[in-house]
């Protein structure tokens, strides 16, 4: 008795067609070479489909470099902790305020001079993250003045209270308070 028979109770099929290897079924060239066909058809395929990609890719991408001395926008990414630190995340800035670029690192990372607002944050960054500034006085938005404590949080007071309300759910009240 074959091992496989041992093991799993019948006998070994093979990868091709998975018919029983003692069977009488002859598989002949012609079936080797169709399947070898179609192989190579699909081969084809997907390198005409990854080309017809790649060159959509490469008329749409622009290759992006700085100079020391420019200024960027950096995107703003749930990643970097600035949209949490600066409002709430959905009313984020999707870029911040001009940086000016202090030194090239490599092919596609540059140091950026961050403010001691962001001094926790690592200043080198990606091409990807960054957007050439050009000198206009209406893209620059000032931050909101925020008190910011050592760990980057802050801190929000309530203004007024704007609406009152009780809501029934299956025998329970629930208050809800509308706050600015």
Same mark, same amino acid.
């Given at each position: 008795?074959? !091992? ?10 093979? !990868? ?30 997907? #390198?005409?489909?990854?080309? #017809? ?10 290759? =992006? ?12 990414? !749930? ?23 202090? #030194? ?12 001691? =607002? ?29 008190? =910011? ?22 025998? #329970?009240?629930?208050? =809800?308070?509308?706050?600015?």
């Amino acid at each position: 008795m074959a !091992p496989y028979e041992a093991v799993y109770g019948r006998k070994c099929r093979t !990868p091709l067609c998975w018919s029983e290897a003692g069977e009488n079924l002859v598989l002949g060239r012609d079936v080797f070479q169709q399947a070898m066909e179609k192989i190579r058809m699909i081969r084809e395929n997907m #390198k005409t489909a990854q080309s #017809k990609h790649k060159s959509y890719y490469d008329k749409r991408r622009t290759s =992006l470099s700085f100079e020391e001395g420019d200024h960027v926008f950096m995107r703003v990414v !749930p990643t970097t902790r600035i949209g949490r630190l600066l409002k709430s995340r959905k009313l984020t800035f999707r870029f911040i305020e001009p940086y000016q670029i202090i #030194k090239k690192v490599g092919p596609v990372a540059y140091q950026i001079a961050l403010p001691p =607002l962001l001094s926790d944050l690592h200043n080198v960054f990606h091409v990807s993250q960054l957007i050439e500034y050009i000198s206009d006085p209406s893209h620059v938005i000032e931050p909101d003045s925020i008190q =910011l404590k050592g760990n980057l949080t802050f801190e929000t007071l309530p203004l007024r209270i704007v609406d009152r309300s009780v809501k029934t759910l299956q025998g #329970k009240e629930i208050a =809800l308070v509308k706050v600015i």
